[in-house]
T-cell receptor
Framework: LAKTTQPISMDSYEGQEVNITCSHN???????ITWYQQFPSQGPRFIIQ???TKVTNEVASLFIPADRKSSTLSLPRVSLSDTAVYYC????????????FGKGTSLLVTP | ETGVTQTPRHLVMGMTNKKSLKCEQH?????MYWYKQSAKKPLELMFV???????ENNSVPSRFSPECPNSSHLFLHLHTLQPEDSALYLC??????????????FGPGTRLTVL
């Protein structure tokens, strides 16, 4: 199970772009990188998943360098409602069911 | 979102009570999960069901008993719990249970307090 390291917390102002980087030095060839978002007292919500290079959807972008030892979740123009905990997960379809959420990154967006 | 629903949303019980948590998914998924999230701690996977068969049980005490009568419903039966079992219990479902690449959809959770 690839271990991930993320900053414990980040602060941002509304309207800024926020980049959260996750380190996963021992990522395996079959592993994908997935990010979830969790608001207080709610279940996590899938944001984005990728394997290499760049993935973009209506919510965020995910940048993965060639060596795949890290990844960066990019949230464009954050708002107050983006205040949440963001989790980086690494795993493969054949590596069991347990999602290792870790402690995540607590993002606080202020006016 | 109403894809995964959980009832009750809040539950207070004594240590000698027996109660059940219910989860229902309306997404046509084949896998369902129970997680526990204690204050200041990461989510802990408790049980996984794939096609109504339990495929993972992460050393959970026997005072927690899961039941999956069909692919849409999942229960967690609780009896003789301890105060340290107080937590947010989250249910999730996924399309095929294909491990860690299968997107999991979570319910709103049940906030359990054991007195």
């Amino acid at each position: 199970l690839a271990k991930t390291t993320q900053p414990i917390s980040m602060d941002s102002y509304e309207g800024q772009e926020v980049n959260i980087t996750c380190s996963h030095n021992n990522i395996a060839t079959n592993d994908y990188i997935t990010w979830y978002q969790q608001f207080p007292s709610q279940g996590p919500r899938f944001i984005i998943q990728g394997y290499k290079t760049k993935v973009t959807n209506e919510v965020a972008s995910l940048f993965i360098p060639a060596d795949r030892k890290s990844s960066t979740l990019s949230l464009p123009r954050v708002s107050l409602s983006d205040t949440a905990v963001y989790y980086c997960l690494v795993g493969a379809s054949n590596s069991g069911y347990a999602l290792n959420f870790g402690k995540g990154t607590s993002l606080l967006v202020t006016p | 979102e109403t894809g995964v629903t959980q009832t009750p949303r809040h539950l207070v019980m004594g240590m000698t009570n027996k109660k059940s948590l219910k989860c229902e998914q309306h997404l046509g998924h084949n896998a369902m999960y129970w997680y526990k999230q204690s204050a200041k701690k990461p989510l802990e996977l408790m049980f996984v069901y794939s096609l109504e068969e339990r495929v993972e049980n992460n050393s959970v005490p026997s005072r927690f008993s899961p039941e999956c009568p069909n692919s849409s419903h999942l229960f967690l039966h609780l009896h003789t719990l301890q105060p340290e079992d107080s937590a947010l219990y989250l249910c999730a479902s996924s399309q095929e249970g294909r491990g860690r690449t299968d997107t999991q959809y979570f319910g709103p959770g049940t906030r359990l307090t054991v007195l």
